[in-house]
Nanobody
Framework: QVQLVESGGGLVQAGGSLRLSCAASERTFNTAIMAWFRQAPGKEREFVAAIRWSGNTYYTDSVKDRFTISRDSAKNTVYLQMNSLKPEDTAVYSC?????????????????WGQGTQVTVSS
């Protein structure tokens, strides 16, 4: 059973930066897609970004040019560098893992999830 543990959330002012980390308990990186989702109060969980084992990435439009997803296979860890944060980025951010090559944007296609970390951006 893969376990994912996020860290790095917090409170930041608009325009600031945060880096989230997600550590996986097993060495599944070579065949996995890692993704970040977020859920704001009263809203459904939405896709943010994903990275394939090969390094290919995919972002939702609202975070392109502001967020960067990366991975360190030696540490079984994926990162989400968030710059130029906006109040609308406030949400609980969760990492997720699925096996395969196809990027997936819906939550049902990810069997493994972390517990989430709160990101709050003040205006």
């Amino acid at each position: 059973q893969v376990q994912l543990v996020e860290s790095g959330g917090g409170l930041v002012q608009a325009g600031g930066s945060l880096r989230l980390s997600c550590a996986a308990s097993e060495r599944t990186f070579n065949t996995a897609i890692m993704a970040w989702f977020r859920q704001a109060p009263g809203k459904e969980r939405e896709f943010v970004a994903a990275i394939r084992w090969s390094g290919n990435t995919y972002y939702t439009d609202s975070v392109k040019d502001r967020f960067t997803i990366s991975r360190d296979s030696a540490k079984n860890t994926v990162y989400l560098q968030m710059n130029s944060l906006k109040p609308e980025d406030t949400a609980v951010y969760s990492c997720a893992l699925r096996q395969g090559l196809i990027f997936a944007l819906n939550t049902q296609q990810y069997p493994y999830w972390g517990q989430g970390t709160q990101v709050t951006v003040s205006s």
